[in-house]
């Protein structure tokens, strides 16, 4: 999701069970940040997290998304309202980073 005159994104990912653990999505959401901050020119990138989902979780914080809030029955699937966790990365803070 794309919000080019704000000049902010948001991300997702879904990997299946049997390639979770290698790292791929370490590499693939990093090449995603890097592209969207150097050839897009976003300011912000937006990724949004099932609560019980620890291990997106770790991985977002590992690459340094800040947690912002709790969005509370933001989602609606498979016949029920879900929460959703909203983290965030700025251009300033991948600058600060490198």
Do not use: H
């Not at 290698?22 to 937006?46: K, P």
């Not at 991985?59 to 609606?76: A, H, P, S, T």
């Amino acid at each position: 999701n794309w919000v080019r005159e704000w000049n902010k994104a948001e991300i997702g990912y879904e990997l299946a069970v049997d390639c979770q653990g290698q790292g791929l999505m370490t590499e693939a959401v990093t090449a995603m940040v890097d592209y969207g901050f150097r050839r897009m020119n976003l300011n912000r990138v937006e990724a949004m997290i099932l609560p019980e989902n620890e291990p997106s979780r770790r991985l977002i914080k590992r690459l340094d998304f800040q947690y912002e809030g709790l969005l509370r029955q933001f989602g609606f699937w498979k016949g029920s309202y879900r929460d959703l966790e909203l983290f965030s990365l700025l251009r300033a803070d991948r600058v600060a980073a490198i």
